[in-house]
Each structure stands twice: as C-alpha cells, then as structure tokens.
C-alpha cells in the first residue's frame, strides 16, 4: 500500500491511497483540472482512479468531487448528511453514481478497505477514514473539533497516519481573523491545534508507526516549524521524521512495507 496527498489545507484538500492495483481519493477539494495536473505529478491519470470518498460537504473537501467524478466515470463515496448538504449548496452534479457509506460500516473498493468513523465538526454527517490493505493501514485525521474516545481507538495500531495540526492557539488568538471565525476554528466542532493532535498521537497505540504526517495546516495561524515539533515532541523522535502536508505540494508518494 501506498499514498500521497495533492493538497492539504483550507483552499483545498486530496489524498489518493493505492492497494492491489486500486487507487481512491480521498476527498478532492481542488478543481477537476488541478486534481488532474497534480495526479500526474504522482504519475497517476484519472482513469487509473477507482472511486472518491468525500469525508464532508465543507467546500476544501468536496469542491471539484462531483465535477470530476463527472468527467471521470468515478463513484462518489459520501454519507446521507453529506450528500444532503452537499446537493443543498449546488455542490452535486446530475447523474453522478454515488454510494451512501454508513459511518460506522466498513467497506471495500477492490483492493482498498475503508473504515470510515464519525467525528465532531461544524458538518451534516462528518466521517474521516482508515484505509488498509488488510496487512497495513493509513488513518486520516483532518477537519475535528476535539478527540473522541471512538477516534482514538479507530486511530489506535496504525502503520501510517495523517493528521490534522490546523493552528497553533497563540497565533490564533492573537491572529486578525474576526472573533467568530476564532471561535468556530478552535471550538469543540471546528479544527485540532498543533497541542491537540500532539496530544492525540501521545494517547495512541503507535507501536506499529512507519509515517507521521502533520496536515491541513493553516497559512495564517501557524507555522510548519510548530506543528513538526508539536508532533515530535509526541513521537519522541527526531522533527525531520515527520513529515508535513502542504497547500501546493501535498506530500511525495509514501510507502508502507
Ligand atoms: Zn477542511
Ligand atoms: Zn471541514
């Protein structure tokens, strides 16, 4: 099994997991046209895609979905909420083939087994997901308020794990964004800071880790530097082994053995 990410941060966000020769993305959050130019900066096309799997109907999540899901022939992967939601803002194109996940219902896309799990966000149905291989298993954390018990354990025993470290809270209250944005981002329903998710990844079974990657970082209320030792500092481990997930670059095609 191997993943990488296209984009990861509020202007857009994109995973695609591979297994057994099925690739998924995992929500797509860029337009069909930039999720294509950054498929072939992995040396993947469009039709090498199986399906997408959209987490929750915030714009940096399923923006370019249904489009590309269009012009592509993929099945779209959503919950009911997220479908609803999703239709409600226009954000559905006619004739797309979805696929209602349960979110507390695994599910196979040939290779590639999903187990999506409920979280607490500002969202209709909000999932994210564990997506393995049936040996080896990549958890992705983004887009939270706070930790569960239930997140916890979903998280627990991971090979790899992508995870959201948004803001830093220094820089966010001290920050220009209006009172309420701050309120929402570092509420029980919005975003983990940089402390939560150390916080997080110290309460894991993280025995069987090969890859730690600090995602969907704010460009205003944080810094790379912060979230990379916020994480080590977790980890107990060297800052250059976590790796972060950018806006522009995502992150290089990662490997688990
Ligand atoms: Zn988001
Ligand atoms: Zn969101």
Redesign the pocket.
Known sequence: MRFASLASG?RG?CLVAESGGTRVLLDCGLSPRETARRLGRLGLAPADLSAILVTHE?D??VGGAFAFAAAHELTVYLTRGTLQAAAGAGKVVEGVHTELVDGRAGFAIGGVQARPFTVPHDAREPVQYVLCDGARSLGVL??IGAPTPHVLEMLSGCDALVLECNHDRAMLRDGGYPRWLKERIGGPLGHLDNDQAAELLGALDRSRLQHVIGA?LSQQNNRPALARAALARALDCAEDWVGLATQDEGFAWRDLR
Request: glycine share 0%; hydrophobic share 0%.
């Open positions: 509020s966000n915030h940096d999540h983004t887009d969907h």
